[in-house]
């Protein structure tokens, strides 16, 4: 690989300045390893798991013990993990779906949604297409404070005005596209206390709050669905994500997750399924195996992604380039944003990672057109398994300040050569050098 010495001597000096974060975050990584082995030892993890099922699959002891594991380590009360979720879109869409009916009110709290979700709720309007809208399901959205908090006050007008037809305040943990923060769980959490004290205060049936888990999964001690005994702090009633990103821990092929209390996970059951089945059929077509090996691994695959980011944050704002969060800031998710100011950059960007990738290395990403994107789209993407980004992988929109989106990295050794091949890349096309 081409790097030069200096780019080598920056990223060991990284290595050196960020020993201290790295250190809390494989701490992070023992302290969830642990809990996911409680979790196998008490499900009576066996090889007979791993038997693939057909048909209704009915019986298939592997797919009820993988729900188990999942629920146990997430902290629910139920739920599951199924390789028949295709996507986070796609378990996203069964859980708002199990909650809402026509007539009721989804409220995001969080502002706009992740991009995929628009079309589903059927944002602005409805699209003909089976969207919320179309049934009837009325959406509001409240942006974030200021201070990037959840505006806890305007919550209360909004549930004020719309009382008993409130059904679902929606969360999103990740900051996904946008230039906001991430939520930490302590802050979701509190969110949480704070519906139900509005709920409680106005006499209407408390909500349910819903949360886009989505790149936050094993990046914390624990999920916002753990009941975490904290004063001030409250389970939340469902947790959505998908297995191609952080809970994946890169060896599911497919799949995602659905979990919270007892009635939000049965009511996803239903929705996944059919009422009256529920979660008690789907052939798991051989995929436990994958899913609990995944599961086994993802504390340790986030803390090299947690790693493999923090280690792009203190690269590239060596270079003088702008990074969110910054190198040393703490992380509730495994993005990681580079302004890199010019078109070259950022399509450099995505050459240096896409080059230093396991799977496609030989081939160099362009900016191209994208369905349902306004500008063009440029991305990298080397991965063993389809559009996975629990593995290094990076994108941003042909538009100022030519934001490479970052996220993933199997291993800390691979994360931190496609950093320094991106900063090569980077270097190499704006014809600049830089000072150790
Ligand atoms: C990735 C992501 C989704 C959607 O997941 P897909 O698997 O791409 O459908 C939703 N929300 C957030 C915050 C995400 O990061």
Not at 66 to 92: Q, W
Not at 112 to 129: A, E, H, K, M, S
Not at 270 to 289: E, F, H, I, M, T
Not at 416 to 432: C, M, N, W, Y
């Amino acid at each position: 690989m081409i790097i030069s010495e200096k780019l080598r001597a920056l990223g060991a000096e990284a290595e050196r300045e960020l020993g201290g974060i790295f250190a809390d975050i494989d701490r992070i990584s023992e302290i969830n390893t642990e809990k996911v082995l409680d979790a196998f030892r008490e499900a009576e993890i066996s090889e007979s798991h791993f038997a693939p099922s057909t048909g209704y699959g009915y019986g298939d002891r592997g797919r009820d013990a993988v729900d188990a594991v999942a629920t146990r380590i997430f902290g629910g009360e139920a739920g599951f993990m199924r390789p028949s979720i295709i996507s986070g879109t796609h378990a996203l869409t069964v859980g708002l779906f199990a909650l809402l009916r026509p007539g009721d009110v989804m409220l995001s709290v969080t502002g706009r949604p992740y991009d995929t979700l628009t079309d589903v709720i059927g944002i602005d309007c409805p699209n003909g297409d089976g969207s919320l809208a179309d049934f009837g399901v009325k959406y509001e959205e409240i942006p974030l404070s200021e201070s990037g908090e959840i505006d806890l006050a305007a919550v209360r007008v909004a549930a004020e005005r719309l009382r008993d037809s409130l059904r679902v305040v929606f969360i999103q943990r990740s900051k996904g596209y946008l230039s906001r923060p991430t939520l930490t769980v302590s802050q979701i959490r509190r969110a949480a206390h704070g519906v139900r004290e509005i709920a409680r205060s106005l006499g209407i049936e408390p909500p349910f709050v819903a949360v886009d888990n989505c790149y936050g999964e094993f990046t914390e001690l624990s999920e916002p669905c753990f009941d975490p005994s904290l004063p001030g702090e409250e389970a939340v009633d469902m947790v959505i994500g998908s297995l191609i990103k952080n809970p994946g821990g890169g060896m599911a092929d497919t799949g995602g997750y659905i979990i919270g209390s007892k009635r939000a996970a049965e009511l996803a059951g239903y929705r996944l399924c059919c009422p009256g089945v529920g979660l008690d059929a789907g052939a798991s077509l051989g995929q436990n195996r994958n899913i609990l090996k995944g599961l086994f691994y993802a504390p340790h695959t986030v803390a090299q992604a947690m790693k493999t980011a923090h280690l792009a944050a203190y690269v590239f704002s060596r270079l003088g380039y702008r990074v969110s969060p910054g190198p040393t800031e703490r992380r509730s998710d495994i993005i990681q944003t580079v302004d890199l100011g010019t078109p070259e950059g950022l399509v450099g960007f995505c050459q240096g990672i896409q080059s230093s990738s396991p799977v496609d290395a030989h081939v160099s990403p362009e900016p191209w057109a994208m369905p349902g994107y306004a500008d063009e789209v440029v991305m990298a993407a080397g991965a063993f398994t389809g559009g996975s980004s629990i593995e290094l992988s990076c994108d941003g929109p042909m538009r100022p300040p030519y934001t490479a989106f970052l996220q993933g990295g199997l291993t800390w050794e691979s994360g931190k050569l496609g950093i320094l091949r991106a900063a090569q890349t980077v270097l190499e096309k704006s014809g600049k050098d830089f000072d150790l």
